[in-house]
């Protein structure tokens, strides 16, 4: 029983450390696309309109980040899975700390709904001059809470047997 246990945490510490390069390009990538269409664009586009000013140019980029916040949760959760295939590749199979890992992914994806149905909007209403709350109902970003929600609460109980299986290991071992 050992042996199998010891070669399925050689498997899967081999399988998260050729999916840590993945985590890895896909975070840089998606940090590239929010810098370039949220900070870089907005500044080199509008400095070739006429009358186009560095403070617009500042209000347009904050308009664009302020936009572009379920992302910046949604890479969270990227950092986060990175962390997660690292511990992996290190042999940390099921420990309670794996778990609450997990745990901040799920957190992440429901800051990330969290953030385009209901704060984002009010915000951008709120920087629009209007005053009072909205929320922009969405299907997928509804689900995404969902199953962010999920996720947390099944690490939360994962992350509670692990620790009672390991205090009840380490009671067997003092024993033998």
Same mark, same amino acid.
Request: no cysteine; proline share 3%; hydrophobic share 55%.
């Given at each position: 029983?050992?042996?199998?246990?010891?070669?399925?945490?050689?498997?899967?510490?081999?399988?998260?450390? /050729? #999916?840590?390069? #993945?985590?890895?390009?896909?975070? !840089?990538?998606?940090? +590239?696309v929010l810098a370039?269409?949220?900070?870089?664009?907005?500044? *080199?586009?509008?400095?070739? &309109? &006429?009358?186009?000013?560095?403070? &617009?140019?500042? /209000? &347009? %980029?904050?308009?664009?980040? +302020?936009?572009?916040?379920?992302?910046?949760?949604?890479? *969270?959760?990227?950092? =986060?899975?990175?962390?997660?295939?690292?511990? +992996?590749?290190?042999g940390e199979v099921?420990?309670?700390?794996?778990?609450?890992? $997990?745990?901040?992914?799920?957190?992440? +994806?429901?800051? %990330?709904?969290?953030?385009?149905?209901?704060?984002?909007?009010?915000?951008?209403? *709120? !920087?629009?001059?209007?005053?009072?709350? /909205?929320?922009? *109902?969405?299907?997928?970003?509804?689900?995404?809470?969902?199953?962010?929600? $999920? @996720?947390? @609460?099944?690490?939360?109980?994962?992350?509670? !047997?692990? =620790? !009672?299986?390991?205090? #009840?290991?380490? =009671?067997?071992?003092?024993?033998?």
């Open positions: 029983m050992d042996k199998q246990w010891e070669d399925a945490v050689i498997r899967a510490a081999a399988e998260a450390s /050729r #999916l840590q390069p #993945l985590a890895t390009a896909l975070l !840089v990538a998606s940090l +590239l370039g269409s949220g900070i870089v664009e907005p500044i *080199w586009f509008g400095a070739n &309109e &006429e009358g186009y000013s560095t403070g &617009e140019a500042v /209000r &347009e %980029a904050l308009r664009n980040l +302020l936009q572009a916040a379920p992302a910046i949760a949604l890479i *969270w959760g990227l950092v =986060e899975t990175r962390g997660y295939l690292g511990r +992996l590749a290190r099921w420990g309670p700390a794996t778990m609450q890992l $997990l745990g901040r992914v799920g957190d992440a +994806l429901v800051a %990330a709904a969290v953030l385009a149905m209901f704060i984002g909007p009010t915000l951008q209403q *709120w !920087v629009e001059g209007e005053i009072g709350m /909205r929320a922009e *109902w969405d299907a997928g970003y509804l689900a995404l809470a969902g199953l962010g929600l $999920l @996720l947390t @609460l099944i690490s939360r109980v994962v992350r509670n !047997v692990v =620790e !009672v299986a390991t205090a #009840l290991k380490r =009671e067997s071992d003092e024993i033998v």
